[in-house]
């Protein structure tokens, strides 16, 4: 038997026996369904990971892994208001070429649901995030 409960910090966790439960053929299934939501999650992490400024250099944001995590660092100096969480411990991430601008959605791993919206210019290398005017350029 397989049992799935649902936890906000994780996600679904199937538990039992899965090695019993599932067929190689199901499995090798799964397993290439997983590489290529990986395959899709790198290339839109690409698209902001580095580090991003504003012109007076009073806000910094750095989109990178860390031992394997990928998360979104905020700094930002007293008065600015960016309306992100310091830290953005990403969970998922997806992306839009097909729009103009490029969309990217993140995800986080912390409260269930919760979406940031990114927006690339210029050849994604101006980024804008949903409800702020503040423009921050790629500098790494």
């Known amino acids: 038997m397989i049992v799935y409960t649902w936890a906000d910090d994780i996600g679904m966790m199937p538990e039992g ?4 439960y599932y067929t ?4 090798q299934k799964q397993e290439k369904i997983e590489d290529e939501l990986e395959a899709t999650q790198a ?23 860390v031992e394997g995590n990928r998360v979104i660092e905020v700094y930002k100096e007293d008065g600015v208001d960016t309306g992100l969480p310091s830290e953005i411990p990403i969970d998922s991430i997806y992306i839009n070429k097909d729009t103009e601008p490029v969309e990217v959605t993140v995800y986080d791993n912390v ?5 940031y919206c990114f927006y690339l210019y210029n050849d994604n290398t101006e980024l804008q995030y949903y409800g ?5 350029k790629k500098v790494e």
């Open 17 to 20: 026996d899965l090695d019993t």
């Open 24 to 27: 190689e053929e199901e499995k």
């Open 43 to 65: 290339e839109a992490f690409s698209y902001i990971a580095g580090t991003w400024e504003n012109d007076d250099k009073t806000l910094r944001m750095e989109v990178k892994e």
């Open 111 to 115: 409260s269930w649901g919760t979406a």
């Open 132 to 136: 702020s005017d503040i423009t921050l």
